[in-house]
């Protein structure tokens, strides 16, 4: 009997964990064996988001829908700015497909730089690796990006204009996307634990960083160091490379380059910031 139950003992493994130090290294494998955990997350996030609302997922449509109207009368019609159209593509269909990637940009942006104290409970009472929270609130932006897309789609039925052979580019456009949300999430939920003014400042942020990207307008005027300065906004690239993808004209510039390696450097960047920091989320938290 005691042999049984020392060879039952010898068989149970035990996991020690320990806090790292310094620039420790990504581990980046375990987020797949919590695989079932991230989707997990990303259905919570999703059902909670629009759980006793009236109009559910509509607010999907509405919001960059409405959002469409309004640039189309301040910018388009009162103040008549001017852009650069496509084979006549009309200012709606302009606005709109930079509205998609922005969109997703700033729903995902704000939900992950607040994702770690909203789900403090969980960071105090059972161990899995944090980075698994703010990617679950970024890519939970997919189900309305999706929507939004259809949406899209309808529009430019509409219109009678189809896609080009450049919308094959459009998943690698959208993985960029996410990956800015990424980058700057993580970043802004690791201070957020430590600065709760953090989440105060989400907000404003989105909102300053919507005025200076291409969203209702082209900078058809900026060129030379401008140019580059301008491309230093990771969405201006990407902004760009939605119009190009989806309604033709002329390819993305070196200013997607610039922006994708300034996204590519934060997300890095960030990546060994968050895993510096996350021994401290549970006591801090």
């Known amino acids: 009997m005691r042999g049984r139950e020392a060879s039952e003992a010898e068989a149970v493994r035990v996991r020690e964990i320990r806090p790292g130090r310094g ?4 581990h980046l494998g375990e987020l797949w064996e919590y695989r079932e955990l991230l989707y997990f997350l990303i ?4 059902k909670v988001r629009y759980k006793q609302a009236v109009l559910g997922v509509a607010w999907a449509v509405l919001q960059p829908l409405l959002t469409m109207v309004v640039f189309d009368l301040v910018f388009n019609r ?20 930079a509205l998609l990637p922005w969109q997703l940009f700033s729903g995902s942006l704000q939900r992950s730089g607040t994702s770690l104290v909203g789900n403090a409970n969980l960071l105090t009472k059972v161990y899995f690796p944090r980075l698994v ?23 430019m039925a509409g219109y009678h204009h189809l896609p080009t052979v450049n919308v094959l580019w459009l998943p690698l456009l959208t993985l960029l996307a996410l990956a800015t949300a990424l980058a700057f999430g993580l970043w802004l939920s690791a201070l957020n634990v430590l ?7 989400i907000p404003f942020l989105v909102q300053l960083w919507l005025f ?30 939605f119009r190009w993808a989806l309604l033709g004209g002329p390819a993305p510039d070196t200013g997607l380059l610039v922006s994708s390696t300034m996204v ?22």
């Open 23 to 26: 620039w420790v290294a990504l």
């Open 43 to 46: 259905w919570r996030d999703v």
């Open 78 to 97: 009162l103040i008549g700015v001017p852009y650069r159209a496509v084979a006549g593509v009309p200012y709606t269909l302009f606005t709109y497909a």
């Open 133 to 155: 929270i703010p990617l679950s609130a970024v890519l939970a932006g997919l189900v309305d990006f999706a929507v939004a897309f259809v949406v899209f789609l309808v529009l």
């Open 195 to 201: 600065y709760r003014d953090v989440q105060y400042v």
């Open 212 to 241: 200076v990207s291409p969203v209702a307008y082209e900078p058809t005027a900026l060129g030379g160091a401008w140019a580059v300065l301008y491309s230093l906004n990771p969405m201006a690239g990407v902004i760009q490379g």
């Open 264 to 285: 590519a450097v934060l997300l890095v960047s960030g990546l060994f910031y968050f895993r510096r920091m996350e021994r401290v989320f549970a006591d801090v938290v």
